[in-house]
């Protein structure tokens, strides 16, 4: 996410705006971008030297996954691989390795999908059109608007987890958003948009700051938000969520995490030098939820076979 330089703000007011030519939520703007200015994270993507295929890079890296554990494996992708086509012109195995522990690796192979499509369509360069992002493959609505909007500046709802609990907190005046995205959400993101299209693109940049080191999901620092006295959740006295109850996803004894297990030893070996089936049978001691997983991970284009129960990671295109 990049950071323009900070635009004016007009005085911000202490309710929703009435005017049928501003946003609804134009008494949020000011706030937060200014709060955003002096609290934004010095993050590698949001450096303008990132460039519009540093930004989309990042955003295949973070769906899900946290800023710390991303920022090495960012550092080491873009020295590597500066330019799409620098990505395109690797196997796509190589991004499944250099992915790491990550996690979701299909986002490896989604990520070289979208590097060959910007690669063949676009001339190497990551488009700036709305409609053409979203037409790559790998690419949804979410990373679509990201990338215009924190690589270009465009005017776009942002929505991901963060900016979804700021929204529906500080306007909706619940604890937590429903477990997927609503059309109401979308609608109501699309109302709070400012205007102005640098305006909305640092709204955009700051609702996403704000929820992700302020208005957390646990131990929320309401004291040191900027619309504390606005937020329609606090003003109600932070009642306690009355939706479906929010489960945390686990890990340890998953299908994904043999996966991720089968996925080490294949990384761990040279590049096309294929993995013997006894190699991967040391990882996991049940052998139906590992084949189960393998089975998967060969499914998903993550790990080629081979005659005579060989593996490797892929070589071709996807």
């Known amino acids: 996410m990049t950071a323009p330089t900070k635009p004016p703000h007009s005085t911000p007011s202490d309710a929703p705006s009435t005017s ?53 494996v960012y550092e080491q992708w873009l020295a590597r691989w500066p330019r799409p086509a ?80 700021v929204f529906a907190r500080a306007v909706t005046g619940v604890q937590y958003p429903p477990n997927a995205t609503t059309a109401a959400e979308r609608k109501l993101a699309r109302a709070l948009l400012p205007q102005d299209e640098h305006t909305a693109a640092r709204w955009a940049a700051a609702s996403m700051e704000l929820g992700a080191l302020v208005c957390t999901a646990k131990n929320e620092t309401c004291h040191r938000c900027p619309i504390s006295a606005q937020c329609a959740w606090n003003l109600a006295g932070k009642p306690d969520h009355e939706g479906p109850a929010r489960r945390a996803q686990t890990y340890a004894g998953t299908d994904r995490q043999v996966r991720g297990k089968l996925l080490a030893v294949l990384r761990e070996a040279a590049a096309d030098t294929p993995v013997p089936q006894s190699a991967l049978d040391r990882v996991w001691h049940e052998p139906v939820q590992r084949a189960r997983a393998l089975d998967g991970l060969v499914s998903d284009g993550l790990v080629e076979p081979l005659p005579d129960g060989l593996y490797r990671l892929p070589s071709a295109r996807t």
């Not at 706030?31 to 303008?48: H, K, M, Q, S, Y």
């Not at 769906?63 to 090495?72: A, D, E, K, W």
């Open 20 to 72: 049928t030519s501003a946003p609804a939520g134009a008494h949020l703007h000011t706030p937060v971008i200014d709060w955003f200015e002096d609290n934004a994270r010095d993050l590698p993507w949001r450096r303008p030297d990132a460039g519009p295929w540093g930004v989309m890079v990042s955003e295949f890296m973070l769906q899900q996954t946290p800023v710390n554990r991303v920022l090495p």
């Open 86 to 165: 620098d990505l395109a012109a690797d196997a796509p195995g190589e991004a499944v390795r250099a992915w790491g522990r990550l996690g979701y690796p299909r986002r490896a192979l989604r990520l070289h999908g979208a590097a060959t499509a910007i690669t063949e369509r676009h001339g190497g360069d990551v488009p700036t059109d709305h409609a053409q992002l979203l037409a790559l493959p790998g690419i949804g609505e979410y990373t679509a608007a990201a990338v215009a909007s924190f690589a270009y500046g465009q005017r776009h709802a942002v929505l991901d987890t963060n900016v979804r609990r």
